[in-house]
Every structure is written in structure tokens, then in C-alpha cells.
């Protein structure tokens, strides 16, 4: 018997594995553009903080973020959530600008009839 007897093993060759490879994942969808959607939250958030103090770009701008923000809703576009919070704060801005304006209205109205 031999000497170097490892456990009943005789000089055996080492065994060469091929190396395993990994599988590539599935092809990923692409990115849904979100230019709309974005364009609509901050037309949406600016609308709303200048609601209460310019008079009449908060109406434009918030007109334009429920436009954008309802286009991009409807065309089942990325950033579905940006475009709800776009559509809400051109919404809720376009209340208090319309509030200013009437309001402006009937003042300079009754200071003309002085």
C-alpha cells in the first residue's frame, strides 16, 4: 500500500469545473418618459405658492399643470404619482388665485364708484 493514503484515495487528478455563469436577467421594460408628469408638479407647485400674491400667472400656470398632469395620466406615461400631486396643486392653486382676482375685482370696483 502507499504511504500517502488519504482516506483510501490514491493520487488522484484534481477535477476542473467549468465556471458557473449567471444567467442574464430579463430584458428590462424601458423607462416611461416622465417629462410630462414632472412638468405638471412643479407648474402645479409654483401655481400654488404664487396663488396668493401675483395676481394673474398663478391661473395660467395652474391651468397648464392640469393640462399636463391629466395628459400624462391619460397616456398611461411613467410618474403617475408626480402627475396626481401636478393635477391636485394646479387645482387647489387655481382657487385662491381666482379668489385674489375677484376679490381685486370688486375692490377697485367700489373704490371706482367713491
Known sequence: M????NFGQQNQQPVYQQPVYQ???MPQEPKKPVGLAVASMVLGIVALVLSCCVPYLPIVLALLAVVLGAVSLAK?????????????????????AVIV????AALFSALGSL
Open 2 to 5: 502507499d504511504s500517502n493514503n
Open 23 to 25: 444567467q442574464p436577467g
Open 76 to 96: 398611461k406615461m411613467g410618474g403617475t404619482g408626480m402627475a396626481v400631486a401636478g393635477l391636485v396643486c394646479g387645482i387647489i392653486g387655481l382657487v385662491p
Open 101 to 104: 382676482i375677484v376679490s381685486g
